[in-house]
């Protein structure tokens, strides 16, 4: 079974401040994808990275992919009280073409 | 926003009672997907189809069926439902051609209670 870590589980911070959250795991994605989701919604696709050490911007929202294809990170700037909601990575690991999730980082921004 | 609609949107039943969720799209996308999502566990996939009567199980596919006789509607059915099948589901579309990478679309969930 292929596991997707993400760390922190829960963060809570201050308006204005900046903020990293990590997807990790032992396998080599093939690609990996970063969602948002908000209370009584579902997920909403925010960004795919399939090339190892690819950066992709999303306005303050920035994703990097692994060189090694093992981690991701998103990183937040000036994070704003419409960041709050639940951060969750999904990859596709070779072999395995269905997606698997992680249990999600949730982040609440603090005005 | 992709049109996916699920119904019903909340469900209270008791357990040894059969329960069908469902899930209608108006995108044409040829994948459907039907997920749980508990507390520490993120989202698991249970059954997904990738084609009129072509469906394929998940991870966590014990004490769940599904069909799909048209390509707009999915149907998750709890046979005999069980406390432990107390969770939100989601229903989620994709296009299907291009698997790598592939986007998701999800819809806005059923909280299920099994008392």
């Known amino acids: 079974t292929q596991l997707l870590e993400q760390s922190p589980q829960f963060l809570s911070i201050q308006e204005g401040e900046n903020l990293t959250v990590y997807c990790n795991s032992s396998?080599?994605?093939?690609?990996l994808q970063w969602y948002r989701q908000e209370p009584g919604e579902g997920p909403v696709l925010l960004v795919t990275?399939?090339?190892?050490?690819e950066v992709k911007k999303l306005k303050r929202l920035t994703f990097q992919f692994g060189d090694a294809r093992k981690d991701s990170s998103l990183h937040i700037t000036a994070a704003q009280p419409g960041d709050t909601g639940l951060y969750l990575c999904?990859?596709?690991?070779?072999?395995?073409?269905?997606?698997?999730f992680g249990t999600g980082t949730r982040l609440t921004i603090i005005p | 926003d992709a049109g996916i609609t699920q119904s019903p949107r909340h469900k209270v039943t008791e357990t040894g009672t059969p329960v069908t969720l469902r899930c209608h799209q108006t995108?044409?996308?040829?994948?459907m997907y039907w997920y749980r999502q508990d507390p520490g566990h993120g989202l698991r996939l249970i059954h997904y189809?990738?084609?009129?009567?072509?469906?394929d199980k998940g991870e966590v596919s014990d004490g769940y069926s599904v069909s799909r006789s048209k390509t707009e509607d999915f149907l998750l059915t709890l046979e005999s439902a069980t406390s432990s099948q107390t969770s939100v589901y989601f229903c989620?579309?994709?296009?299907?051609?291009?698997?790598?990478?592939?986007?998701?679309?999800f819809g806005s969930g059923t909280q299920l209670s099994v008392l």
């Open positions: 995108e044409n996308h040829r994948y």
């Open positions: 396998s080599v994605f093939s690609s």
């Open positions: 999904a990859g596709e690991f070779f072999g395995n073409e269905k997606l698997t």
């Open positions: 189809s990738y084609g009129v009567k072509d469906t």
């Open positions: 990275v399939v090339t190892g050490g």
């Open positions: 989620a579309i994709s296009e299907g051609f291009n698997r790598k990478g592939e986007k998701l679309f």
